[in-house]
Each structure stands twice: as structure tokens, then as C-alpha cells.
């Protein structure tokens, strides 16, 4: 209201008020370029413009759990909501007999996996308090490739980081956020966004091919006796070339 009376006087004024009127004009360009409404939203439009996203029907969600146990024991996926519920429990078996690895359930996406061009992943994760020593999203590699994956998020103790290394969200338990990952092949590089903001942007090692995993998958320290993760709305896009 003071900066509304300010111009009605400045239209009735002299010099003076007419010299009021332009400081006024541009003390209001400054907070509209400030405001959120006119900023840089970080929305799922900006970060996905330009890209194709591909089908995903059920068939494409695999998933690996432990293999001793009934997958309904350690995965659920509640066609209302579009939650997918995950489990495991660190004295768990691997997913099959055969590998080596340690306890898991997760998501593998199947049906895109890629070796060019750029791709990325969105989806909506929430970690509850108390899960830690878990990855929660990876890029895998090609199977038996020189190196396992191009990326994993890690959540240790209610920070999310890349591998066991650099945080990319501090506080990551109990609200549910939008994870975006962009993997420019050609250009080796990944760049990760939480909430629509830039949190990560890493050179990584070629590979023939790659594949998006979510879920929780244990890891080797800090690990608690049960993680878990929830997620919905996952989401593939690529780029036409």
C-alpha cells in the first residue's frame, strides 16, 4: 500500500515526485527478478525441456530381492499411491545364488538400457530415520564391465552422497524430495538434482552400456540392521539425437 500511494503521488507531483516515480519503477523490476514467481524454479519442466520421455510399463520395473525370502516380504508396490515399498535386512542373502554381493532390493529398470546420447532419471525417494550404509540409486554398467557402476547414492546416517564421499543432500530422512540424474554418455558426465537444484555434476568412466537402478542395496559401513526406501512417479527421459 506505501509504494502503491508513493506513485499516486509521484503521477500528481513535480520534479521531484516524477524522480521518486523512477526509483520506484526500478526497485520493483529488482524484487520482481528476486521474487520466486519469476526465478528459476527448478521444475520438472526446466530440468527435463528437451527430452523424450520413454515407456515405462510395469514389465520394465525387475526386481531383485533376497533370494531366500517371498519378494512380498521385502517389496510392495501399492497401485493407488504409485508407492514402491523396499526392503532389506543386512543379515539378508544376495538376490541369486550365484553372486556375491551383498544383501539388496531394488528396481532394476529394464528394457532402456543405453550405450549413447544423453538420459536421464526422476524420481520422488524418501529414506526413513535410521536407514544408513545403503545406495539408494544407481547408474549400473553393463554386466561383468571393467567397473560395476557410473553412479551411486549412498545415504549414511541422514546424508545423502556420492558413493561414500561428497554430500550431496545433509539431511535426506523423512520428507519425500525429487531426485533428477543426467547422464551424458558421449560427454562422460553425470549431473544430479535434488528438488530441482543442481547438487552434483562428476566426469565418470565410459562403459558399453547402462541401466538405472533404485531401491536400497548395502554397502560396507555404517550400515544399519534394516533399510529402506520408498519411491513413486519414476521416470525415464532421454534426448533425440
Same mark, same amino acid.
Given at each position: 500500500?506505501?509504494?502503491?500511494?508513493?506513485?499516486?503521488?509521484?503521477?500528481? =507531483?513535480?520534479?521531484?515526485?516524477?524522480?521518486?516515480?523512477?526509483?520506484?519503477?526500478?526497485?520493483?523490476? +529488482?524484487?520482481?527478478?528476486?521474487?520466486?514467481?519469476?526465478?528459476?524454479?527448478?521444475?520438472?519442466?526446466?530440468?527435463?525441456? $528437451? #527430452?523424450?520421455?520413454?515407456?515405462?510399463?510395469?514389465?520394465?520395473?525387475?526386481?531383485?530381492?533376497?533370494?531366500?525370502?517371498?519378494?512380498?516380504?521385502? &517389496?510392495? &508396490?501399492?497401485?493407488?499411491? =504409485?508407492?514402491?515399498? #523396499?526392503? %532389506?535386512?543386512?543379515?539378508?542373502?544376495?538376490?541369486?545364488?550365484? *553372486? $556375491? *554381493?551383498?544383501?539388496?532390493?531394488?528396481?532394476?529398470? *529394464? =528394457?532402456?538400457?543405453?550405450?549413447? !546420447? %544423453?538420459?536421464? #532419471?526422476? !524420481?520422488? @525417494?524418501? +529414506?526413513? *530415520? !535410521?536407514?544408513? $550404509?545403503?545406495?539408494?540409486?544407481?547408474?549400473?554398467?553393463?554386466?561383468? @564391465?571393467?567397473?560395476?557402476?557410473?553412479?551411486?547414492?549412498?545415504?549414511?546416517?541422514?546424508?545423502?552422497?556420492?558413493?561414500?564421499?561428497?554430500? +550431496?543432500?545433509?539431511?535426506?530422512?523423512?520428507?519425500? #524430495?525429487?531426485?533428477?540424474?543426467?547422464?551424458?554418455?558421449?560427454?562422460?558426465?553425470?549431473?544430479?538434482?535434488?528438488?530441482?537444484?543442481?547438487?552434483?555434476?562428476?566426469?565418470?568412466?565410459?562403459?558399453?552400456?547402462?541401466?538405472?537402478?533404485?531401491?536400497?542395496?548395502?554397502?560396507?559401513?555404517?550400515?544399519?540392521?534394516?533399510?529402506?526406501?520408498?519411491?513413486?512417479?519414476?521416470?525415464?527421459?532421454?534426448?533425440?539425437?
Amino acid at each position: 500500500m506505501a509504494m502503491a500511494s508513493s506513485f499516486h503521488r509521484a503521477l500528481g =507531483g513535480g520534479e521531484a515526485a516524477r524522480t521518486e516515480l523512477v526509483l520506484l519503477l526500478v526497485l520493483s523490476v +529488482v524484487l520482481a527478478l528476486a521474487s520466486p514467481a519469476s526465478a528459476t524454479d527448478g521444475s520438472t519442466s526446466n530440468l527435463t525441456t $528437451g #527430452f523424450v520421455q520413454v515407456e515405462l510399463p510395469e514389465g520394465n520395473f525387475q526386481v531383485q530381492s533376497p533370494y531366500d525370502v517371498p519378494e512380498n516380504q521385502r &517389496y510392495s &508396490y501399492d497401485n493407488v499411491t =504409485g508407492v514402491r515399498t #523396499f526392503l %532389506v535386512y543386512a543379515s539378508d542373502k544376495p538376490f541369486n545364488t550365484v *553372486t $556375491g *554381493t551383498k544383501p539388496r532390493t531394488e528396481v532394476r529398470l *529394464t =528394457g532402456h538400457d543405453y550405450s549413447s !546420447g %544423453v538420459w536421464q #532419471f526422476e !524420481g520422488y @525417494g524418501y +529414506v526413513p *530415520t !535410521g536407514t544408513s $550404509g545403503a545406495s539408494v540409486m544407481q547408474i549400473h554398467n553393463e554386466d561383468a @564391465g571393467a567397473k560395476a557402476t557410473t553412479l551411486m547414492l549412498h545415504v549414511y546416517n541422514g546424508t545423502l552422497r556420492y558413493y561414500s564421499g561428497e554430500a +550431496v543432500e545433509d539431511s535426506i530422512y523423512d520428507r519425500w #524430495f525429487r531426485l533428477n540424474v543426467v547422464h551424458d554418455v558421449d560427454a562422460s558426465t553425470v549431473a544430479v538434482y535434488l528438488d530441482g537444484a543442481p547438487r552434483l555434476a562428476v566426469n565418470v568412466t565410459p562403459s558399453a552400456s547402462h541401466y538405472f537402478k533404485f531401491g536400497v542395496y548395502m554397502q560396507h559401513h555404517d550400515v544399519s540392521p534394516l533399510m529402506e526406501s520408498r519411491w513413486r512417479n519414476i521416470t525415464v527421459y532421454t534426448k533425440p539425437f
